[in-house]
T-cell receptor, first 118, second 111 residues
């Protein structure tokens, strides 16, 4: 079965540079979530989109922005990168109003993008 | 969302049942208990969820106390591949609801 695809899987940037992370949800999923997991920390919710509109916002820095496109893929844009932005960034997708095999509104996670800021 | 409390770490012998507790004393009537796990640096994976009745699927069982203030995730026959961080999350069960991860329990399966 198709899973959530994230690209790139690894990314190395310098301080003050910009980065763009991409997420391709499971086909027919209409909701995308972004989570950030720092070294030794637990995942923290950043932002989510439903039908191309922002649906919720967490502790996302103003330097970050995101959007969901007409094909439902999403991009997380990060500017003026700081050392503290080094983390694993997970994207998850779900179907806003539908049952999957296991659960209603289950979130399926991608493999993550490991961002290293030097 | 209600806050959850889990032990930071647990060990379990391979082949035995692993019982992971979670306290959620401030859970509200319309909030569900969800369990996810994260195997080293992989994306979190859904395990099971419930409202007030005990639930079982091919991965695990979930036992929720009658007052709903605590729950236990049971992995009936733990294998080495079950070594992971297990997160108990309380959330509303409607579309688009985010997951709020706490500190979780690091479960280590001992050969």
């Amino acid at each position: 079965a198709a899973g959530v695809i994230q690209s790139p899987r690894h990314l190395i940037k310098e301080k003050r540079e910009t980065a763009t992370l991409k997420c391709y949800p499971i086909p027919r999923h209409d909701t995308v979530y972004w989570y950030q997991q720092g070294p030794g920390q637990d995942p923290q919710f950043l932002i989510s989109f439903y039908e191309k509109m922002q649906s919720d916002k967490g502790s996302i820095p103003d330097r970050f922005s995101a959007q969901q496109f007409s094909d439902y893929h999403s991009e997380l844009n990060m500017s003026s990168l700081e050392l503290g932005d080094s983390a694993l960034y997970f994207c998850a997708s779900s179907l806003e109003d539908g049952w999957t095999k296991n659960s209603y509104n289950e979130q399926f996670f991608g493999p993550g993008t490991r961002l290293t800021v030097l | 969302d209600a806050k959850t409390t889990q032990p930071p770490s647990m060990d379990c012998a391979e082949g035995r049942a692993a019982n992971l507790p979670c306290n959620h004393s401030t859970i509200s009537g319309n909030e569900y208990v969800y369990w996810y796990r994260q195997i080293h640096s992989q994306g979190p994976q859904y395990i099971i969820h419930g409202l007030k009745n005990n639930e079982t699927n091919e991965m695990a069982s979930l036992i929720i106390t009658e007052d709903r203030k605590s729950s236990t995730l049971i992995l009936p026959h733990a294998t080495l591949r079950d070594t992971a961080v297990y997160y108990c999350i309380v959330r509303l069960n409607f579309g688009n609801e985010k997951l709020t991860f706490g500190t979780g329990t690091r479960l280590t399966i001992i050969p």
